[in-house]
């Protein structure tokens, strides 16, 4: 079993930065992918940016050059950095970790409001 424990997250003037984190614990081994995602009220969820064990990112093109995500593996941590926030960023934002078994899993979600 693995849990996460996610951090960061709030309200915050568009322009602004806000950075979340996530740590995984628990018995595994590799943690080969880790990943945000984001649901926002009436929508499906989807993917922010991911993150695998050699460091390879990807983004979705709505967040590329404002978002950067980051792991440590000696933590088990990743971390989204989020600056130039938009209203349409708001969202509640979910870790995803992959281990390479049957299963992944998610954190709990934390609220990312954009507001003036």
């Known amino acids: 079993q693995v849990q996460l424990v996610e951090s960061g997250g709030g309200l915050v003037q568009p322009g602004g930065s806000l950075s979340l984190s996530c740590a995984a614990s628990?018995?595994?081994?590799?943690?080969?992918?880790m990943g945000w995602y984001r649901q926002a009220l009436g929508k499906q969820r989807e993917l922010v940016a991911g993150?695998?064990?050699?460091?390879?990112?990807n983004y979705a093109d709505s967040v590329r050059g404002r978002f950067t995500i980051s792991r440590d593996n000696a933590k088990s941590t990743v971390y989204l950095q989020m600056n130039n926030l938009k209203p349409e960023d708001t969202a509640v934002y979910y870790c995803?970790?992959?281990?390479?078994?049957?299963?992944?899993?998610w954190g709990q979600g934390t609220q990312v409001t954009v507001s003036s």
């Open positions: 993150i695998r064990t050699g460091g390879l990112t």
């Open positions: 628990g018995r595994f081994g590799l943690i080969y992918y």
């Open positions: 995803n970790v992959d281990t390479g078994g049957p299963t992944d899993y």
